[in-house]
Nanobody, 125 residues
Framework: QVQLVESGGGLVQAGGSLRLSCAAS????????MGWFRRPPGKEREFVAA????????YYEDSVKGRFTISRDNAKNTVYLQMNSLRPDDTAVYYC??????????????????WGQGTQVTVSS
């Protein structure tokens, strides 16, 4: 069992930066593939980024590639999403997710076993 708690959301102007954190509890964190999803207002949830249990591989959707960076610190049971050059269309509730799937399967299937409660990110123009 893994519990996830996101933090770091807020209001920022276009071009600004935010860093989201996701604190995990549970003994299996270091073995989980981790990811970030988001739900823009009035839209379906969408996949943002993923990171292998070791941190050795990462994946980004094209919409955030080059602007967002996912990382993890297994000693702190925490995964991060550094978001730079934010745009108004990045406005969404951001969710941290953990999966027991291998990294490549998680990227392909985009399904998670555990979810955080979400943190709001609002980018003003």
């Amino acid at each position: 069992q893994v519990q996830l708690v996101e933090s770091g959301g807020g209001l920022v102007q276009a071009g600004g930066s935010l860093r989201l954190s996701c604190a995990a509890s549970g003994r299996s964190f270091s073995r989980n593939t981790m990811g970030w999803f988001r739900r823009p207002p009035g839209k379906e949830r969408e996949f943002v980024a993923a990171i292998m249990w070791s941190g050795g591989s990462t994946y980004y959707e094209d919409s955030v590639k080059g602007r967002f960076t996912i990382s993890r610190d297994n000693a702190k049971n925490t995964v991060y999403l550094q978001m730079n050059s934010l745009r108004p269309d990045d406005t969404a509730v951001y969710y941290c997710a953990a999966s027991t799937l291998p990294y490549s399967d998680f990227v392909a299937r985009r399904v998670a076993d555990y979810w955080g409660q979400g943190t709001q990110v609002t980018v003003s123009s």
